[in-house]
């Protein structure tokens, strides 16, 4: 990884002629490998956290209107492919989303592929084709209509773009905070020369050794003595400051970094901080301004392409339930589940399945219950219910 990193960022900094010497190259690297850690980590932080919450998500297929668990159940909930589980094949999925603000999903021998790259033609009036399809190191030999793909689009604009630009402009400070601390924990001093001094033969070799290695060892020595020799005199004019007060700057920026970053992923930032305040609301916005509308964004493009207008009115199509994302405390909901079953709301199946839990294979836990409590308006008025 180091080392695709380090050749990649040569090639780019050099349009792919790389003239540095070796240590110019390590140093630009860990320069530029140091700002780009900071900005992919808050990244891949966004983009894990949605891809997570979106595998746990139930893919429930219908026909007539009736809910079946059949073989297009099985390809999303369990194996897309026979090389991924369905967990490994929507973090691809999310993954390829948000890096490329859109995703291809191919469909070979009832088979779901995630495309790693493709280029597009758009049309207005006629479908979009896609060609230099390629899926998993294999090149597909032919171009694909729009409608014999799944193509997702996350939005009109990259995000991803808008982040690293605004991202460029903050580091700046980054970069200023941590030359500011590496300085105030420096030590710095004055040597004092002797003009006899210098006017031994040996005195700039002398010199070398003194400055590149031994003051070093020294000012780095918990515990250590300075050699001096007749000519030299020393001044030491600040010691080392152990204050956190520079390396809590540094973090509260690249706080900030994943701050934005998330803002851009409409996730609330105290779901990726530390702090645990507030967690509950931040999950409901989560699941609100960013699960369920791109869980919606999957449906529709899965229920357009694979049932089709035909299919929808005969009761043909797919749901992503995002019911259970939450975790439910059955003690904690037992009056709730009460009344849902109580009321006729709901089966019991029905619960079951919302707490996490395996249905009854009974035909009285699909049935409705209501308890007598319950009577009409019109009864309780004095009238007789129609």
């Known amino acids: ?16 002629k790389t003239q540095l010497l070796p240590a110019e190259q390590d140093c630009i690297c860990q320069q530029y490998a140091s700002e ?6 808050a990244f891949w932080i966004c983009v894990n956290l949605i891809g997570n919450t979106l595998s746990k998500c139930e893919f429930r297929t219908y026909a007539g209107g009736t809910e079946i668990k059949e073989a297009e159940y099985y390809r999303w909930n369990m194996e897309p492919n026979q090389n991924q589980t369905s967990g490994a094949f929507l973090h691809q999925l999310i993954s390829s989303l948000y890096l490329n603000n859109e995703a291809l999903v191919i469909e070979q021998g009832k088979q779901l592929l995630v495309a790693d790259s493709f280029q597009k033609k758009v049309y207005a009036l006629y479908e979009d084709v896609f ?4 899926a998993r190191e294999f ?41 500011s601390y590496q300085k105030s924990r420096g030590t710095k001093g004055i040597l004092e020369i002797d003009t ?29 003595v300075l050699p001096l020799w007749r000519g030299m005199k020393y001044t030491d004019l600040g ?3 152990y204050s956190s007060e520079g390396t809590r700057d ?9 701050d934005f970053t998330a803002g851009a992923f409409q996730i609330p930032p105290a779901l990726i901080s530390k702090e645990v305040e507030g967690t509950e609301d931040a999950e409901k916005r989560f699941l609100a301004f960013c699960i369920e509308p791109l869980a919606r964004l999957l449906e529709e493009e899965i ?11 005969k009761g043909n199509y797919l749901r992503i339930d995002t019911s259970r994302l939450r975790h439910v405390g059955i003690l904690d909901a037992a009056t709730a589940i009460d009344k849902l079953i109580s009321s006729g709301a709901f089966c019991i199946n029905d619960v079951r399945r919302a707490v996490g839990d395996s249905e009854i294979n009974e035909d009285w836990a699909n049935r409705h219950f209501i308890t007598k409590n319950y009577e009409p308006v019109e009864t309780a008025e004095g009238g007789e219910p129609k």
């Open 1 to 16: 990884m180091a080392v695709s990193l380090k050749r990649w960022l040569l090639e780019w900094l050099s349009g792919g």
């Open 196 to 224: 006899m001094a210098t006017g031994n033969k040996d005195f700039q070799e002398r010199y070398k050794g003194l400055r590149e290695k031994e003051f070093k060892t020294w000012a780095q020595a918990e515990n250590g």
């Open 139 to 179: 090149a597909f030999g032919r171009t694909f209509l729009q409608g014999e793909v799944l193509h997702f689009r996350l939005s009109s604009q990259n995000m991803r773009v808008l982040i690293n630009g605004l991202y460029e402009t903050y580091q700046k400070l980054i970069d200023y905070g941590a030359q």
């Open 131 to 134: 060609s230099q399809v390629s």
């Open 250 to 258: 540094i973090r509260s920026m690249i706080d900030d970094v994943m």
């Open 36 to 41: 780009l850690y900071v900005r992919e980590l």
């Open 303 to 313: 229920n357009r392409k694979i049932y089709g207008y035909d299919g929808f009115r």
């Open 239 to 241: 010691s080392k400051t």
